[in-house]
């Protein structure tokens, strides 16, 4: 069986084996995803990957109520003393997400109840023998843009809410022949 081939480096490998498209649950879990992979915008994943301890030290593992309660005064003590993405907006992003994620909590139960409605509770599986037939965005991540960017959240176009659905296996987008696609795990 042959893997996807995206994963270049071992910690690029270990979150393919062990995190990518795997299905979660966990509100903190959907929230650091939801973080990282606005962070990622305009850049690569791995890049991310590789700051994702400092992200968890600065934005306390990404507890919802803590990030909410960020003041800006906290916001600029993590650009500058941890090793995240400096961009300003990205890190207001992850204040401004957690206070929008925590009415959604009040409103749909949990986020996760909220985002996975979106696929009817079952992750979509598909059956790519490519990574080349994987689209960078759907009709779908089109969709949930759109409703998060209603809802009030901020870095999550179309392309990293496809990202987002992959990363916490809303879609599962290894190829076919991987060991680590649904079918074959």
């Known amino acids: 069986m042959s893997e996807c081939s995206w994963p270049t480096s071992d910690l690029m490998k270990l979150y393919h084996e062990n995190e990518w498209s795997r ?16 962070a990622q915008a305009g850049l690569s994943w791995e890049t991310v990957i590789q700051k994702r301890d400092a992200y968890q030290q600065a934005f306390r593992q ?50 996760a109840e909220f985002f996975w409605s979106y696929v009817d509770n079952k992750p979509i599986i598909n059956e790519w023998k490519a990574e080349s037939e994987m689209p960078a965005e759907t009709e779908l991540s089109i969709k949930l843009s759109k409703d998060l ?3 009030g959240f901020n870095f999550v176009g179309p392309k990293i809410v496809y990202s987002f659905m992959q990363s916490i296996g809303m879609i599962d987008d290894h190829i076919i022949t991987c060991p680590y696609h649904t079918y074959n795990r």
């Open 149 to 151: 960017k209603k809802l």
């Open 62 to 111: 990404f507890d919802i109520e803590q990030c909410a309660q960020l003041t800006d005064e906290n916001l600029e003590e993590i650009r500058v003393t941890y090793n995240v993405i400096k961009h300003r907006g990205k890190i207001k992003s992850v204040r401004n997400n957690a206070i929008v994620a925590q009415r959604v909590q009040q409103e749909h139960g949990s986020l």
């Open 23 to 38: 299905i979660s649950k966990d509100d903190q879990h959907i929230f650091e995803m939801l973080s990282l992979e606005g």
